[in-house]
T-cell receptor
């Protein structure tokens, strides 16, 4: 089945230690998104890629970076995680501006 | 500014009872409308969507939603709830052009009593 895959499902890191989260998709969608979702809150868009064009949300901290080496893969890099960055990170994809399909998420814990 | 309101933070229903989750949006034109469900520790699964046409939309898992332009609403319904429906439900809207961005409601957490 075509899908959005996120690895790892659970990630533990230390305060200030860089961490990378991975997303891959078999849907061949040209748009990929990264969301941050804290407990009992709605997902918050961090940035998205339209093909190779990177689009950052105005309020996304500089601590968050992203890479998209090809159509299928997208990475979220957190350069110096703080305690406030502990959250669920959701990857989503879409074809152009159509419906977004979400992966299962990566739960990040910062110690 | 565009916004989405889900007025019920928590809803509890008995198994087999009917369900209606409310969603209202604030936007000058008719946006694209979505309902997603999220089980604990999981991603968001699309239940249904409305772009245009018939205002009663059928989705997966027996859910349906009705778009009412006059009320700026897109309420989600299910005639008979199952225990496995316990989850968080998010309404989302997307402007019909010029943006990729969803605006999410704050979610409604559904509890189902056996």
């Amino acid at each position: 089945d075509a899908m959005v895959i996120q690895n790892p499902r659970y990630q533990v890191t230390q305060f200030g230690k860089p961490v990378t989260l991975s997303c891959s998709q078999t849907l061949n969608h040209n748009v990929m998104y990264w969301y941050q979702q804290k407990s009992s809150q709605a997902p918050k868009l961090l940035f998205h890629y339209y093909d190779k064009d990177f689009n950052n949300e105005a309020d996304t901290p500089d601590n968050f970076q992203s890479r998209r080496p090809n159509t299928s893969f997208c990475f979220l890099d957190i350069r110096s995680p703080g305690l406030g960055d502990a959250a669920m990170y959701l990857c989503a994809t879409s074809r152009d501006r159509d419906t977004q399909y979400f992966g299962p998420g990566t739960r990040l814990t910062v110690l | 500014a565009q916004s989405v309101t889900q007025p019920d933070i928590h809803i509890t229903v008995s198994e087999g009872a009917s369900l209606e989750l409310r969603c209202n949006y604030s936007y000058g034109a008719t946006p694209y409308l979505f309902w997603y469900v999220q089980s604990p520790g999981q991603g968001l699964q699309l239940l249904l969507k409305y772009f245009s046409g018939d205002t009663l939309v059928q989705g997966i898992k027996g859910f349906e939603a009705e778009f009412k332009r006059s009320q700026s609403s897109f309420n989600l319904r299910k005639p008979s709830v199952h225990w496995s429906d316990a989850a968080e439900y998010f309404c989302a809207v997307k402007l019909t052009s010029g943006t990729y961005k969803y605006i999410f409601g704050t979610g409604t957490r559904l509890k189902v009593l056996a």
